[in-house]
């Protein structure tokens, strides 16, 4: 997978929408910006609806290492959800951009192999979760699902996927119908590196490399 695959057309939302939101926004990358140290001072956001996930209301990505994208639809019916999803939103984004973790520009060029995906995208849901208190529904395995089996099948995978298996593994598999992998099989071995390592907590992750991380297992 290359930069070119990763580009897409822009979905701006309305102003009028996105407006009353500033506000909220930028308390919550203050409280993050206060927590996480090495955060720059320059972090900006922008609202497009290419990250938009259907079943919550909004979404994010960490575009570069101080710019995120937000999504929000005025017509998801259920706003305390919506909004309590923001918040994880924003939070779990800030930690990726503590963790200098972005689509372009990241820290981690070769950092592009799914386990690393897990590891990074893991410690913000786990982050997220625990500074929200909202469980991160998303990234919980199903009745039936294996997270160990499922990050043990990550580490089989070549370290160049097409875009397609990409977004296969990450967000949704049309064949299997599984969605999220990446980030149930994260979830999980995070969970298991915070219970090795008692003296540990999800912010002292922000700063360490996929491979630093492994390694506490």
């Given at each position: 997978?290359?930069d070119?695959?990763?580009?897409w057309?822009?979905?701006p939302?309305?102003?009028?929408?996105?407006?009353?939101?500033?506000?909220?926004?930028?308390?919550?990358?203050?409280?993050?910006?206060?927590?996480?140290?090495?955060?720059?001072?320059?972090?900006?956001?922008?609202w497009?609806?290419?990250?938009l996930?259907?079943?919550?209301g909004?979404?994010?990505?960490?575009?570069?290492?101080?710019?995120?994208?937000?999504?929000?639809a005025?017509?998801?019916?259920?706003?305390?959800?919506?909004?309590?999803?923001?918040?994880?939103?924003?939070?779990?984004e800030?930690?990726?951009?503590a963790?200098?973790?972005?689509?372009?520009?990241?820290?981690y060029?070769?950092?592009t192999?799914?386990?690393?995906?897990?590891?990074?995208?893991?410690?913000?849901?786990?982050?997220?979760?625990?500074?929200?208190?909202?469980?991160?529904?998303?990234?919980?395995p199903?009745?039936?699902e294996?997270?160990d089996?499922?990050?043990?099948?990550?580490?089989?995978?070549?370290?160049?996927l097409?875009?397609?298996?990409w977004?296969?593994y990450?967000?949704?598999?049309?064949?299997s119908?599984?969605?999220?992998?990446?980030?149930?099989?994260?979830?999980?071995?995070?969970?298991?590196?915070l219970?090795?390592?008692?003296?540990?907590?999800?912010?002292?992750?922000?700063?360490?490399?996929p491979?630093?991380?492994?390694?506490?297992?």
């Open positions: 997978m290359n070119e695959s990763m580009k057309q822009p979905m939302v309305d102003k009028s929408i996105t407006e009353p939101l500033e506000p909220l926004v930028k308390g919550w990358v203050d409280q993050v910006r206060a927590e996480l140290p090495g955060i720059p001072d320059t972090v900006t956001w922008e497009d609806n290419n990250q996930m259907e079943d919550y909004c979404g994010g990505a960490t575009v570069t290492p101080s710019l995120l994208h937000l999504s929000f005025p017509e998801f019916a259920d706003k305390a959800l919506q909004m309590q999803a923001l918040e994880a939103t924003i939070k779990h800030m930690f990726h951009i963790q200098g973790w972005a689509m372009f520009e990241s820290k060029t070769n950092a192999d799914m386990v690393s995906q897990a590891i990074m995208e893991g410690a913000a849901c786990v982050y997220e979760r625990e500074t929200t208190g909202r469980p991160v529904d998303y990234a919980m199903l009745v039936g294996n997270p089996a499922m990050f043990a099948m990550l580490q089989t995978l070549p370290k160049e097409s875009w397609d298996d977004r296969k990450k967000f949704y598999d049309p064949e119908g599984r969605k999220w992998i990446v980030y149930k099989a994260g979830v999980w071995f995070i969970d298991q590196v219970a090795k390592n008692p003296n540990l907590k999800i912010q002292d992750l922000a700063h360490m490399t491979q630093e991380i492994l390694a506490l297992t």
